[in-house]
């Protein structure tokens, strides 16, 4: 995505008020310049971004941890991103590992948006869950409800599903963001073992996350579905990408790779239509090597010889 690097590598981090390490973000990565701001993602006031935007020259790289600690919104993302690359600086993303130059792809730029949408998700859920610590702490007592935690319906449900680097390190990000909430929480954490809590440790309502995830697809264009749903997308999209049935099958935790077969035959009759093109394609000789449909004659076989087996008038 993007010509070779003319000229200097140049880091921009930003960290809170409530993590202040900054030495994770560009670990092992050496640049001319770095600039850093302190401040909440929500802030407008940044200055060392808008030293940075007028520091880079075209020719130039932006490197970030990820696109949270560069921009405030989705909004706030694709501005910088398009002000940057229209002075021909590259903006690369390390954690998302994307690098955009204004040259970029439909795809680049889709991708763009769906991971900045979903940096803005993650804050949401945050806000929403600190708002709802301060509710709580006003009124003790008040909230009835509670989630339910047990063993999967199935043997099945418990299964090791691989996933990608990408993802590990934004699981890994939100590790650290939640060890600070654990921290500045001190006792009163509920350490309930959970990967995605409110601030405090508790479990989160599901209806929290499908809100948040349906107000957020239909901000990029996406089609309004279920968060369920995308466990169908991700198999669709494994099917198209060439992964095999029955590792499809698996990571679904179906019982029979029939049960995959049967739920994704739409996929199964494009792949069927792209296998035969194949075949097809391997099959295929060129013109000049296909056979007349009828043999030419020749002194050899223009009259048939007494002893054959075959003799036709």
């Known amino acids: 995505m993007g010509d070779a690097i003319t000229g200097q590598k140049v880091a921009y981090q930003r960290v809170s008020s409530l993590d202040q390490r900054v030495d994770r973000q560009l670990d092992g990565i050496t640049v001319a310049r770095t600039f850093t701001d302190t401040v909440s993602g929500k802030d407008t006031d940044r200055p060392q971004l808008e030293a940075m935007l007028g520091f880079v020259r075209g020719g130039d790289t932006v490197m970030v941890h990820s696109m949270d600690r560069l921009a405030r919104n989705l909004e706030d993302l694709r501005r910088i991103v398009r002000e940057l690359t229209a002075k021909g600086v590259r903006v690369q993303f390390l954690t998302e590992q994307l690098t955009f130059t204004g040259e970029d792809t439909a795809m680049a730029t889709l991708l763009m948006s769906v991971m900045g949408a979903f940096a803005e998700f993650e804050r949401a859920l945050i ?15 008040a909230y009835h409800g509670r989630a339910v935690v047990g063993t999967p319906k199935t043997k099945r449900g418990t299964r090791l599903v691989p996933i990608d680097d990408g993802t590990v390190a934004i699981l890994r990000r939100h590790r650290e963001m939640q060890h600070v909430e654990h921290t500045a929480w001190g006792p009163a954490w509920n350490d309930a073992g959970l990967v995605f809590t409110r601030e405090d440790g508790r479990p989160l309502r599901p209806e929290y996350a499908t809100r948040h995830f349906q107000a957020l697809s239909q901000k990029v264009g996406l089609p309004v579905i279920r968060l369920h749903d995308l466990r169908h997308t991700n198999a669709s999209l494994a099917l198209q990408a060439g992964v095999d049935m029955k590792v499809v099958s698996e ?63």
């Open 127 to 141: 806000r929403e869950r600190q708002r709802e610590g301060i509710e709580l702490a006003k009124k003790p007592g």
């Open 251 to 313: 990571r679904l935790g179906h019982s029979q790779m029939s049960i995959t077969a049967d739920l994704y035959t739409h996929v199964n009759r494009g792949l069927g239509r792209v296998a035969a093109e194949q075949i097809a394609g391997v099959l295929r000789a060129p013109n000049e090597t296909l056979p007349s449909a009828f043999l030419a004659q020749t002194p050899e076989n223009s009259h048939p010889k007494v002893g054959d087996t075959d003799v036709y008038p």
